[in-house]
């Protein structure tokens, strides 16, 4: 079995944190429209508190929800076993989520540039050699076969 982990690999495992470090960017793109709300309830002389409160919870909830969706997205680990492999995001570690292995045959890997594109389980995966300190050992792994524990017949 090869494991392969990328930098975004949690090397701590507090959801929290990690969860807060990746919406606090989306946290400040809404609290901007909130803001903007704020403003043009001011000039119409409505009321703002509610709204304000209100488009507050709304605001960070929906950060949180963007950055589950990005943890899901990043790519923090893949394994090799056998004839088979599993890519594994930030999110599954995170919460334990458990992944079933895919054929190799079926990846059809291509290579462009600092970029792997790869099939797994009817999703076209991207690796970026930035993201992958053994970029290329990933790459090599898609083709080598694994040895036969029985012996070749004659």
């Known amino acids: 079995m090869k494991s392969f982990k990328s930098h975004h690999y949690p090397e701590s ?7 807060q470090e990746n919406a606090i960017y989306y946290y400040g793109i809404f609290m901007i429209f909130v803001l903007l709300g704020l403003v043009l309830r001011m000039f119409g002389g409505e009321s703002v508190l509610m709204f304000g ?14 950055a589950m969706v990005k943890l899901k997205k990043t790519y923090a680990e893949i394994f090799f076993i056998g004839e088979h492999f599993s890519i594994i995001s930030t999110y599954d570690i995170l919460f334990n989520e458990k992944k079933k292995a895919f054929p190799l045959r079926y990846a059809s890997p291509t290579r462009s540039g600092d970029e792997v ?38």
């Open 13 to 19: 495992r507090q959801k929290f944190i990690i969860l």
């Open 53 to 66: 409160v209100l488009g507050t919870f709304i605001a960070m909830g929906a950060g949180n929800l963007a």
């Open 117 to 154: 594109h790869f099939t797994f389980n009817d999703q076209i995966i991207i690796l970026k050699k930035r993201d992958w300190e053994k970029f290329d050992e990933i790459w090599t792994s898609f083709f080598e076969l694994p040895e036969s524990p029985y012996p070749p017949q004659a």
